[in-house]
């Protein structure tokens, strides 16, 4: 019984070791992740709430905005490592990880991600409840550096 204690102790400092470690290597390409909807608070120009993307496409659940240097139509997928990504893809998300690129931002700049919640899929109150978030995310398949 001492034994198998021992080795649930080490297991788990191996776990939290390597969970540093991996932040420690792979934090510089992590990306922000924040949320919006097409409420007047989340985008503030009337012009832009027209029901559409930059892209021109009408909006749609699994449209997102990204760096003008990231191409309309790229498939963009989120990649969680912690419990709280993984709860918060489930909660806001509904486990939906892939997204297409559409839209752009102000604001939406290099390493910054920003997911659009339809009003259908809680919207506003939905975003807040996303928050901001770091997580790394594959680009056409590929994990982003
Ligand atoms: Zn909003």
């Known amino acids: 019984m001492r034994s198998l204690k021992r080795k649930i102790i080490s297991s788990a400092f191996i776990f939290l070791l390597s ?3 991996y932040y420690y290597f792979w934090g510089q390409y992590l990306y922000t992740m924040t949320a919006y909807c097409d409420c007047p608070i989340c985008v503030n120009v009337d012009a832009y709430r027209d029901g559409r993307f930059a892209s021109g496409r009408a909006v749609y659940w699994g ?7 990231i191409p309309f139509g790229t498939q ?26 559409e839209d752009r931002g102000g604001k939406i700049k290099g390493k910054h991600i920003d997911l659009f919640i339809p009003h259908s899929h809680g ?3 939905m975003a807040l409840e996303w928050g901001v978030r770091k997580m790394r995310v594959s680009i056409n398949g590929e994990l982003a550096k």
Do not use: Y
């Open 19 to 21: 969970a540093g470690g």
């Open 63 to 69: 449209g997102i905005a990204a760096d003008p240097s």
């Open 76 to 101: 963009i997928e989120l990649v969680p490592i912690w419990p709280g990504d993984f709860w918060s893809i489930f909660r806001v998300l509904k486990n939906r990880k892939k997204f297409t690129v």
């Open 123 to 125: 919207g506003h109150q």
